[in-house]
């Protein structure tokens, strides 16, 4: 009987383990590595740190379900990546946030994510516009360049908030020189709109497009600004090879 409950509490231990956050575990490995280990190159240490990140991005997906939620596995590993690097270079201000723009799906699907990687859940899924120029019911299309109205890949940082013509709205900062970088003169933000959601559905193959901006439905938006803004990592997703290759964050 001992021995049975000593084997549970091990298994239980042991899955608890596998639940610690990256950086938790990259900083213990870290830590305790002996001096030998230390004096190897990079290159040497970059595939077993790639490998524990790409073990705890798949313990994250699957523990939240996210594959069940429609958010591609691949979408996910880039966006912990991702932001485990901005993270280690103190260009995100708030910690244990990911919003996921998955630009692979169709615009019928409520595509964005807004992730709590910390504790381990989907605070919110909802619909999301792509660039008018960008496509129709999918985003095949992509540009960095002012009066294009098409999205642009990569990585953001939420800002501050304020009011303006389409109501409650988000700035985001672009990261990626030549990707997104020109997020702020193009007045690329996070807002509101009524041609986003289910209600414009009803009347159409798929929802509306915007001038390149991630809109998101009208009715949501005060409530998902206020939990993304103010430094947190925005991702926008598609599996372009272009931006895939050409990401420094991605790359790093």
Not at 12 to 27: A, D, H
Not at 224 to 248: D, L, M, Q, R, W
Request: overall charge positive; charged content about 25%; glycine content about 8%.
């Amino acid at each position: 009987m001992k021995n049975r409950i000593f084997s549970i509490s091990a298994a239980c231990l042991s899955f608890s383990l596998l639940l610690v956050p990256y950086k938790q575990v990259y900083n213990s490995h870290k830590k305790n590595s002996t001096a030998t280990s230390q004096s190897k190159t990079n290159s040497a240490r970059d595939p077993l740190a790639a490998e524990q990140m790409r073990e705890e991005a798949d313990i994250i997906y699957d523990s939240i379900q996210l594959g069940k939620a429609g958010l591609k596995k691949e979408a996910f590993e880039y966006a912990w990546k991702g932001y485990n690097t901005l993270v280690e270079e103190n260009r995100v201000q708030k910690t244990g946030i990911i919003t996921i723009c998955d630009f692979s799906q169709s615009s019928r699907r409520k595509r964005m994510y807004l992730i709590d990687v910390e504790n381990y859940k989907l605070l919110m899924q909802t619909h999301v516009a792509h660039g008018r120029n960008s496509g129709k019911e999918y985003a095949t299309r992509f540009s960095n360049k002012a009066e294009s109205h098409q999205s642009s890949l990569g990585f953001y940082v939420t800002g501050d908030t304020y009011w303006g013509g389409h109501g409650f709205a988000l700035r985001i900062d672009g990261l990626e020189p030549g990707i997104n970088d020109k997020a702020e003169s193009r007045k690329i933000v996070v807002h509101g709109s009524r041609y986003v959601g289910p209600d414009y559905l009803r009347l159409s193959k798929y929802i509306g497009r915007s001038f390149g901006c991630p809109a998101i439905p009208a009715r949501q938006s005060i409530k998902v600004i206020n939990v993304i803004k103010n430094g947190t990592c925005f991702f926008i997703y598609h599996p372009t090879k272009k931006y895939i290759e050409a990401s420094k964050i991605l790359n790093s």
